[in-house]
């Protein structure tokens, strides 16, 4: 059974920066693409970043582009989300995904495993 531990959450101010972890239990990480979803209040949970299996491909939100960086490093089980240039937008509950289909992490419907969530707040 697939594991996703969260950390890295908490309260920043405007432009500064926060880096999100994840890491993956209980299965083979490389046979995984990893995933960024996003909930603010009263909000749709969205899309937010992915990366394919290999790292060789990355998926942004148009909102983070430029500003967030996805990275799995080599021997780690584990995805790191780079969140540089926070705005008070940004606050939200961010949860990891993981599923062996790229599609699926891209679309965030019907992904096998999701993380807990990790609450960022930024203030203005």
């Known amino acids: 059974q697939v594991q996703l531990v969260e950390s890295g959450g908490g309260l920043v101010q405007a432009g500064d920066s926060l880096r999100l972890s994840c890491e993956l239990k209980?299965?083979?990480?490389?046979?995984?693409?990893m995933g960024w979803f996003r909930q603010a209040p009263g909000k749709e949970r969205e899309f937010v970043a992915a990366i394919s299996r290999g790292g060789a491909t990355t998926n942004y939100a148009d909102s983070v582009k430029g500003r967030f960086t996805l990275s799995r490093p080599d021997a780690k089980d584990t995805v790191y989300l780079q969140m540089d240039s926070l705005t008070p937008e940004d606050t939200a509950v961010y949860y990891c995904a993981a599923d062996q289909n790229w599609y699926t992490i891209i679309s965030g419907t019907r992904v096998n495993y999701w993380g807990k969530g990790a609450l960022v707040t930024v203030s203005s």
């Open positions: 209980g299965r083979t990480f490389a046979t995984y693409a």
